[in-house]
């Protein structure tokens, strides 16, 4: 049996038609799928405004925090100049997220008896605690970076690249990229 919406073949007792969404069982004619674009239009936008619905609470209580965690999350981030999907509305300025730790005494120390355990281990490892003081480090650095970007009210960065340095008790780490606003195309 083929749909006779657009002649696509259901195979194996198919009823909904993968490439428009018929539904031969509906007694509508599948009028459902007919609008399955208006209809998960009206979906999205419903979840949008549940979505300012709890922003703007959020402000109203003074959740500033909760707001800022929010666009950290949504942000997007790439390494590239532009975004697949998005055109970039407006640029923001270059942004950076720059950390220096002086690592310290007991946290050197807990990441040397890491390495040592690795070292000692079998087998090819990474040395894991100070693979886990670069996270820590990038990670903030990322965050701050992100924070740098929602001041300047952009909601995407690109070009971003990143500098790690970590030399005697020192770790620093500086990411940079371009602030933008983009929107789906």
Known sequence: MN??????PLMGGMYVCPKCKYDTREKDGGEYFK????????EEEKKLQALRAQEEEDIRMGKLDAIRDRLRREMFMTTC???????????CGIVFGEVA???????SLSATIDNVVDIFSFGDKELSGTARLLKNARDYAL???????????????????????????????????????????
């Not at 749909?3 to 696509?8: L, R």
């Not at 609008?35 to 009206?42: F, R």
């Open 3 to 8: 749909c006779p919406n657009c002649g696509v």
């Open 35 to 42: 609008n399955y674009k208006d209809i998960k239009k009206q």
């Open 81 to 91: 100049p532009s975004l697949e999907g998005y055109r970039i509305v407006k640029q």
């Open 101 to 107: 730790f002086k690592t310290g005494f007991f946290k």
């Open 143 to 185: 965050m701050k970076l992100k924070d740098e970007a929602i001041n300047r009210e952009a909601n995407a960065i690109v070009g971003v690249d990143s500098e790690s340095t970590v030399g005697g008790d020192i770790l620093h780490i500086t990411i940079t990229g371009t602030a933008v606003v983009v929107e789906k195309q």
